[in-house]
């Protein structure tokens, strides 16, 4: 479904640290064709940063600018685009991306996720006391919705981004 000149969008889907910016950025260059971040286009759109978004106007209102930028993104040119990882959870966004689109769920463990994000402070969902815990509830709860993606590409540990955009291209 996957080739040279896209006829739809590549929408990358998973977890938070499933490498959907950098797979997305990685497959765009490949594909030859654009790349679009939800997150960056409703950060651009709010003038704010996510975490900022959440902290002013709520997780609801963040979803609701996400559902907009999604629908506004698919009805664009096809390109590769990178999704927030909670996109893919409502049953609306979940129609929308795989009628438009093909969803590519970008598939990892818990261990390969945590080691991606530990660092980073960028994810209000990750700001708990426990955020490794946060993130395995996380994980378990999206999984069933994951799996509803049309293509599924797991990461294995030492795989690099490239091997992994080589590995959507060859789907
Ligand atoms: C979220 C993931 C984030 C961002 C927001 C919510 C989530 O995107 O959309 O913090 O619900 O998992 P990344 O998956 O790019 O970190």
């Known amino acids: 479904e996957i080739e040279g000149h896209l006829t739809r969008s590549v929408v990358l889907v998973g977890m938070m640290g499933s490498g959907k910016t950098a797979v997305g950025t990685a497959l765009s260059k490949m594909l030859d064709s654009a790349f679009l971040d939800s997150d960056h286009e409703i950060e651009r759109a709010a003038q704010m940063t996510v975490a900022e978004i959440f ?6 209102f963040f979803r609701a600018r996400e559902s907009e930028v999604l629908e506004r993104l698919l009805m664009g040119p096809p390109g590769v685009i990178s999704t927030g990882g909670g996109a893919f959870l409502s049953e609306k966004n979940r129609e929308l991306i795989n009628r438009l689109g093909v ?13 991606r994000v530990r660092h980073k402070n960028t994810r209000p969902l990750l700001r708990t006391a426990d955020p490794k815990q946060t993130l395995s509830d996380l994980l378990a709860a999206r999984l069933p919705h994951y799996q509803k993606a049309q293509i599924v590409v797991e990461a294995e540990p030492g795989l690099s981004v490239q091997g992994m955009a080589r590995k959507v291209v060859a789907h």
Not at 55 to 60: C, L
Not at 105 to 112: C, G, M, N, Q, S
């Open 55 to 60: 902290a002013r106007d709520g997780e609801p």
């Open 103 to 115: 969803s590519v769920w970008l598939k990892a463990d818990l261990e390969i996720l945590w080691n």
